[in-house]
């Protein structure tokens, strides 16, 4: 089983900007989909985007081009998610999963999970 280990919540003012960390030590991102989720308080938890080593980025949320992005970087076994401008509808715990590219970015809830993390934007 895959360990996920988070890192980069925080609280930041609105239009700033803040990096997330998804690592998954041990683990070669050779054949895998990553996705980030989050979930604000009261309500369901929603797909952000997703990463997919066959099908390269996939936004679940369209209105969040050109503020979120993602990157991985293979040698520190490690996703980032970067958001910018954010906003303090923004405010959530974030959450990312992982499971193998051949279940796509549609398999990712199905797969491995992070404990999540904090991400408050004040207004």
């Known amino acids: 089983e895959v360990q996920l280990v988070q890192s980069g919540g925080g609280l930041v003012q609105a239009g700033g900007s803040l990096r997330l960390s998804c690592a998954a030590p041990?683990?070669?991102?050779?054949?895998?989909?990553l996705g980030w989720f989050r979930q604000a308080p009261g309500k369901e938890r929603e797909g952000v985007l997703c990463?997919?080593?066959?099908?390269?980025?996939?936004y679940y949320t369209d209105s969040l081009k050109g503020r979120f992005t993602i990157t991985s970087d293979n040698a520190k076994n490690t996703v980032y998610l970067q958001m910018n401008s954010l906003k303090p509808e923004d405010t959530a715990v974030y959450y990312c999963?992982?499971?193998?590219?051949?279940?796509?970015?549609?398999?990712?809830?199905?797969?491995?999970w992070g404990r999540g993390t904090q991400v408050t934007v004040s207004s």
């Open positions: 999963a992982l499971t193998r590219s051949e279940y796509g970015c549609n398999g990712v809830p199905e797969g491995s």
């Open positions: 041990g683990f070669t991102f050779d054949d895998y989909a």
């Open positions: 990463i997919s080593s066959s099908d390269g980025i996939t």
